[in-house]
């Protein structure tokens, strides 16, 4: 089998799996706890904190766990607008932002705030101009994707933080979930308020993300109960999950630093083979791309029969994000880039890990291109 749906959900890697195993059977008190049950598994959890937000670069204080980034997601904007709703009810996001923003933007709208939605042009990127004309005396938030989870484009955060710096009152949110270990992001540098990731993207277990909130900032709990994680994330905490987490992003940017041109190459293959077959159109931009994300069309299939005669050879893709590709709904993304309706519906996802090999990429550009000869006979 080969796997090329990684960015749907990784493999954990065993040793991720291990200190899990080992944190919940042998440290397995509550960290609230104040006998030595509970003290040995506060100090791992924060111990986990120190090892993240020195990964990430970022304050330990500023490492806020969770269970994944669609709760991320969530506590950042809607903990944005409950906090600062007396300030402002303007919001603004993308085009193309992942279902958890996008859904929590559209149950904002339902409680009276207004939302702009920033165009992008055809590779999938905003312009920093449309946020800046967008903001008005009573925007209090700016939510921007990091790397588009569907086609990889990467959105100039730098740039937006930038500008957003001159605009005291706006909280500034990035969904960093598909960029992490792949795609480098400064948190700190970019002026960077808000930062989502989740274990699960980077070889971690489900159930485990994190939010970096940046110091000085504050948003509304949309959890009640315990106050545990300093108030804002209330619930009795999954030690051995923010563990494992920490030796999972530890392990991915360790092959982030020795495999980078390694899944650039296997990406730079699958591109230029792609290319050269008949009836594919790609979506993944040739510039300012993630390393690790390829779509594409093959025009005349729809998507999900693709998928699935894919696998019958033995090759693992999925057609748009994993959140909504059992809903068989077309890609916002890659309608919002002004691709037809008709060459969405073909549109095939393919993601890799640092895992993932040349020798791979040449089996799949042969089994796609036979699937497509096979499936067109059949059709005829």
Request: aromatic share 6%.
């Amino acid at each position: 089998m080969i796997y090329f749906d990684n960015s749907a959900t990784t493999k954990p890697f065993p040793e991720v799996v291990d200190s899990f195993v080992k944190v919940s059977s042998e440290f397995f008190g509550n960290p609230s706890s104040i006998h030595r049950l509970g003290v040995e598994a506060e100090s791992l959890l924060a111990q986990a904190r120190k090892q993240i937000g020195e990964l990430l670069q970022v304050n330990p204080r500023e490492v806020y766990f969770t269970s994944g980034g669609t709760e991320s997601n969530n506590l950042a904007i809607k903990g944005t607008a409950l906090m600062y709703r007396n300030r402002g009810k303007h919001i603004i996001t993308s085009a193309v932002e992942h279902a958890s923003v996008r859904e929590a933007f559209q149950q904002l709208k339902e409680l009276g705030f207004r939302i702009t939605v920033v165009p992008v042009d055809t590779e999938g990127r905003v312009s920093i101009s449309d946020i800046e004309d967008a903001i008005c005396h009573d925007t209090i938030l700016v939510s921007i994707m990091h790397v588009n989870n569907e086609v990889g484009t990467i959105q100039p955060i730098k740039e937006i933080g930038n500008m957003l710096k001159g605009y005291s009152k706006i909280l500034f949110h990035v969904d960093y979930v598909q960029g992490v270990g792949k795609v480098a992001l400064d948190i700190q540098r970019y002026h960077i308020d808000l930062c989502s990731i989740s274990a699960h993207k980077f070889h971690g277990l489900k159930g485990t993300g994190v939010l970096v909130v940046r110091e000085g900032v504050q948003i509304s709990p949309l959890f009640s109960g315990g106050n545990q994680e300093w108030k804002l994330r209330s619930g009795t905490e999954n030690v051995a999950g923010a563990v494992s987490m920490a030796k999972a992003l530890r392990l991915t940017l360790q092959s982030y630093k020795t495999k980078l041109s390694q899944i650039s190459e296997v990406q730079s293959y699958l591109l230029k083979e792609l290319q050269a077959l008949e009836d594919i159109v790609i979506h993944t931009p040739s510039k300012g791309q993630a390393p690790h994300i390829i779509n594409f069309s093959v025009k005349g299939f729809r998507g999900e029969v693709f998928v699935h005669a894919l696998e019958e050879k033995g090759l693992i893709v999925s057609t748009t994000s994993a959140c909504s590709s059992k809903k068989k709904a077309i890609s916002h993304t890659l309608l919002a880039m002004n691709v037809s309706k008709e060459v969405a519906e073909s549109a095939i996802r393919m993601s890799l890990s640092y895992e993932n090999t040349l020798e791979e990429a040449s089996k799949a550009v042969s089994i796609i291109q036979t699937t497509a000869t096979e499936l067109r006979e059949v059709m005829h």
